[in-house]
């Protein structure tokens, strides 16, 4: 009995640290440029698709082309913010939640056209292989998953806490007038927010990658949990986020364990909604960090 | 007052025609005498071999979205076959008629599926249709072809299209045999089976699983957990945490492809030693393997068609092979006999119109041939448009190959323990 509810944490936190990496990303562009961005998911996919052609074409190990699928996505965040969403900021939210939509829509046709709807996966050395303690086990590729998750997570925190950039980054998301009157350059500081946190999206493909199938649609399935665990955690807050996905993947795990297997995500939603309900501004408490 | 308009503006056209006349003149003479030249040439055809008229064949498959996978190859079959009957000779009673594939593509979507049925039917003469791969999209298309009142031949297993349609026929097994078959083979494994199910919370994996519940106190197997899990998860490890709770020491998953990579997967890191059988579907297809690979080995699952059954089916595999590189799949492969039935059925016609070949293809019943590749070899149908012979085939994973192994009078190779 014990051991099947520490189990079922285990599993829970293993795929809330995933969870974490792609709804970091979403309350970051939230927090600093004020946008949601509805493609976060679809930028999850191009990470395990790279990850998945440099794993087959190249024999790199997944794991590994997160040095590659980082920088990638970087670039294809600064793009994207620098080429298409500069150009709709202002006081309008429609054309933003148009863009980031429209975005989605268009790279997820667009591997539909170029990847065909299979289903890919990299079988590595250590996809199905497990440690096993006493009558608990810990699959390797998501024990891997999650401490390269928790580094970068910690690494983002840091970064915002200790740099300039990174200081100037929470300064532009707690008042971005201000912000600019202090000589914050907006349009640099939304580059490198749009590219930190695809950078993140990228890298949650890569760790995805030898336990998880890629496919057209795999951007989906994530990105739902990352817009409940921003909101859980209180819009714009890193921190919030990241504890807010890792209590998901326990609900959630918890939810099929003791509720049902098609109803795991009941628990999540019931949480979300009792949050909204007492605490509308998320468990955090509002305060942006 | 717009009657005493319209000569006017007809005439105003009439003008500019006077006007443009005599430019026009030559050139519609040429017009007009090459349309007579066509039109010559064109009743020459029927004069030549009126009945060398190609038979229209519809063809209804998902080669888009997310089964888009099994209809492509489903396609390749479709065109093999028709390859087949032509380069035979086509239908002898037709002078020689070549079968004409129209491949439709239904985006493994129901609504699409309705819409392009319907423009199949009507955009084109078709003599028969066959389609289209997963029981929900095919219930619909039998609809549609039932009111257009042309015969659709399907491999798909829903014990659904058996009822009120006059125009459907089931060469194969059906979904409830399917489910008797898997739990017979649980007792192979072990004497006494304690099997868990999990389905997908869709149709396909309620319907298949209640078959299994229902069945299962008749066959003597005890299941000790029966859960629905919601298709698409992200994390297979709860629900196999819950299997193994369960102390179940045979496991049915009633799934698509991407959730049975992950269950399988997950069933190993967890190193918990039970006989998985993943039924058909996304189980019998060469992606399969190549998504899991060794950890296939020995997985057992249920067909109503293997490569192996036959010397026909093993003909018919070879030439699929060498266009596609991959082994020939049963869907695929009942497909290739269900294009064989349809010629067979059209001979007998010895007409291209679909309420006639409906006719001839209530009385079918052949035991030698390609059309006769289905397990047991022998397609008759009945009242209800079943095939009163259709049987399934258990099948298992032999390196890297689809093994035939139950029952024992069609098992090809001995079952390995797993």
């Known amino acids: 009995m014990l051991e099947t509810v520490a189990q079922?944490?285990?599993?829970?936190?293993?795929?809330?640290?995933?969870?974490?990496?792609?709804?970091?990303?979403?309350?970051?562009?939230?927090?600093?440029?004020?946008?949601?961005?509805?493609?976060?998911?679809?930028?999850?996919?191009?990470?395990?698709?790279?990850?998945?052609?440099?794993?087959?074409?190249?024999?790199?190990?997944?794991?590994?082309?997160?040095?590659?699928?980082?920088?990638?996505?970087?670039?294809?965040?600064?793009?994207?913010?620098?080429?298409?969403?500069?150009?709709?900021?202002?006081?309008?939210?429609?054309?933003q939640i148009f863009l980031t939509f429209a975005l989605s829509l268009l790279l997820l046709n667009l591997?539909?056209?170029?990847?065909?709807?299979?289903?890919?996966?990299?079988?590595?050395?250590?996809?199905?292989?497990?440690?096993?303690?006493?009558?608990?086990?810990?699959?390797?590729?998501?024990?891997?998953?999650?401490?390269?998750?928790?580094?970068?997570?910690?690494?983002?925190?840091?970064?915002?806490?200790?740099?300039?950039?990174?200081?100037?980054?929470?300064?532009?998301?707690?008042?971005?007038?201000?912000?600019?009157?202090?000589?914050?350059?907006?349009?640099?500081?939304?580059?490198?927010?749009?590219?930190?946190?695809?950078?993140?999206?990228?890298?949650?493909?890569?760790?995805?990658?030898?336990?998880?199938?890629?496919?057209?649609?795999?951007?989906?399935?994530f990105v739902l949990m990352a817009f409940v665990a921003v909101v859980l955690g209180t819009l714009g807050n890193v921190i919030g986020a990241l504890i807010a996905s890792l209590m998901m993947g326990i609900a959630e795990s918890l939810g099929i364990q003791y509720v049902g297997a098609d109803s795991g995500l009941i628990v999540v939603f019931g949480m979300l909604l009792l949050t909204l309900a007492f605490k509308p501004n998320g468990l955090g408490g509002g305060r942006v960090r | 007052m717009k009657k005493d308009r319209q000569p006017s503006v007809l005439s105003g056209e009439n003008a500019a025609a006077k006007i443009l006349s005599k430019p026009q003149s030559r050139r519609k003479f040429l017009l007009k005498t090459g349309g007579a030249v066509a039109a010559g040439a064109f009743g020459a055809v029927p004069l030549r071999g009126w009945a060398a008229d190609p038979v229209n064949i519809g063809a209804l498959y998902p080669t888009t979205g997310s089964m888009a996978q099994i209809g492509v190859g489903c396609?390749?079959?479709?065109?093999?076959?028709?390859?087949?009957?032509?380069?035979?000779?086509?239908?002898?009673?037709?002078?020689?008629?070549?079968?004409?594939?129209?491949?439709?593509?239904?985006?493994?979507?129901?609504?699409?599926?309705?819409?392009?049925?319907?423009?199949?039917?009507?955009?084109?003469k078709l003599s028969a249709?066959?389609?289209?791969?997963?029981?929900?999209?095919?219930?619909?298309?039998?609809?549609?072809?039932?009111?257009?009142?042309?015969?659709?031949?399907?491999?798909?297993?829903?014990?659904?299209?058996?009822?009120?349609?006059?125009?459907?026929?089931?060469?194969?097994?059906?979904?409830?045999?399917?489910?008797?078959?898997?739990?017979?083979?649980?007792?192979?494994?072990?004497?006494?089976?304690?099997?868990?199910?999990?389905?997908?919370?869709?149709?396909?994996?309620?319907?298949?699983?209640?078959?299994?519940?229902?069945?299962?106190?008749?066959?003597g197997v005890e299941i000790v957990m029966f859960e629905p899990y919601s298709a698409g998860f992200t994390d297979a490890?709860?629900?196999?945490?819950?299997?193994?709770?369960?102390?179940?020491?045979?496991?049915?998953?009633?799934?698509?492809?991407?959730?049975?990579?992950?269950?399988?997967?997950?069933?190993k890191q967890v190193g918990l030693d039970i006989a998985i059988n993943g039924g058909s579907g996304g189980f019998v297809i060469p992606d399969f393997y190549k998504n899991v690979g060794k950890l296939a080995e020995g997985l057992q699952g249920v067909a109503h068609w293997n490569h192996d059954m036959d010397d026909n089916a093993q003909k018919v595999n070879v030439e699929y092979k060498k266009r596609t590189g991959d082994f020939l799949f049963e869907y695929a492969g009942g497909l290739v006999a269900q294009t064989f039935m349809l010629a067979d059925a059209l001979e007998r016609a010895a007409s291209p119109d679909p309420v006639k070949v409906r006719e001839a293809l209530s009385t079918l019943d052949v035991s030698s041939g390609y059309a006769a590749m289905a397990p047991g070899g022998k397609v008759k149908f009945g009242p209800d448009g079943k095939n009163v012979y259709g049987r399934p085939i258990g099948v298992q994973w032999q390196n890297g190959d689809l093994a035939s192994i139950f029952p024992k009078e069609f098992a090809r190779a001995p079952m390995i323990k797993s």
């Open chain 1, 111 to 221: 591997a539909l056209m170029l990847f065909s709807a299979n289903y890919r996966t990299v079988h590595t050395s250590y996809s199905d292989e497990a440690f096993h303690l006493g009558g608990l086990y810990i699959p390797v590729a998501k024990l891997i998953a999650f401490v390269v998750a928790m580094i970068l997570s910690g690494a983002l925190w840091v970064f915002l806490h200790t740099t300039d950039l990174g200081k100037a980054m929470r300064a532009a998301s707690q008042n971005r007038d201000v912000a600019t009157l202090m000589g914050i350059n907006p349009n640099r500081v939304f580059c490198v927010a749009l590219g930190i946190a695809l950078a993140l999206a990228g890298a949650a493909g890569s760790l995805l990658m030898p336990f998880y199938s890629a496919y057209p649609f795999v951007g989906q399935v």
């Open chain 1, 8 to 95: 079922a944490v285990i599993n829970g936190l293993l795929i809330g640290g995933i969870y974490a990496l792609v709804s970091i990303g979403v309350t970051l562009i939230f927090g600093v440029v004020k946008i949601v961005n509805f493609a976060q998911g679809e930028f999850v996919m191009i990470g395990m698709y790279l990850s998945f052609y440099l794993a087959t074409q190249f024999g790199i190990d997944p794991i590994v082309s997160l040095v590659v699928t980082m920088p990638v996505l970087f670039v294809v965040g600064v793009l994207v913010q620098h080429f298409l969403i500069r150009r709709v900021l202002g006081p309008n939210d429609m054309p």
């Open chain 2, 129 to 219: 249709i066959h389609g289209c791969f997963a029981s929900a999209l095919t219930l619909i298309a039998s609809q549609v072809a039932e009111r257009a009142k042309v015969p659709l031949i399907t491999g798909s297993s829903s014990d659904q299209l058996n009822k009120n349609l006059s125009y459907t026929f089931t060469p194969f097994a059906r979904a409830s045999q399917f489910a008797q078959a898997q739990l017979q083979m649980a007792k192979l494994v072990g004497d006494k089976p304690k099997v868990a199910v999990i389905f997908e919370n869709t149709a396909f994996g309620t319907s298949t699983s209640n078959g299994l519940k229902e069945q299962a106190p008749g066959e």
């Open chain 2, 237 to 267: 490890s709860p629900l196999i945490n819950k299997v193994k709770a369960s102390g179940a020491n045979a496991l049915f998953s009633v799934s698509y492809l991407n959730d049975l990579i992950l269950i399988v997967r997950t069933v």
């Open chain 2, 75 to 124: 396609v390749a079959a479709a065109k093999l076959a028709v390859d087949m009957v032509n380069e035979a000779g086509g239908i002898k009673s037709l002078g020689g008629a070549k079968l004409n594939l129209i491949v439709s593509d239904v985006q493994s979507d129901t609504t699409v599926t309705r819409t392009e049925t319907d423009r199949l039917i009507t955009g084109n």
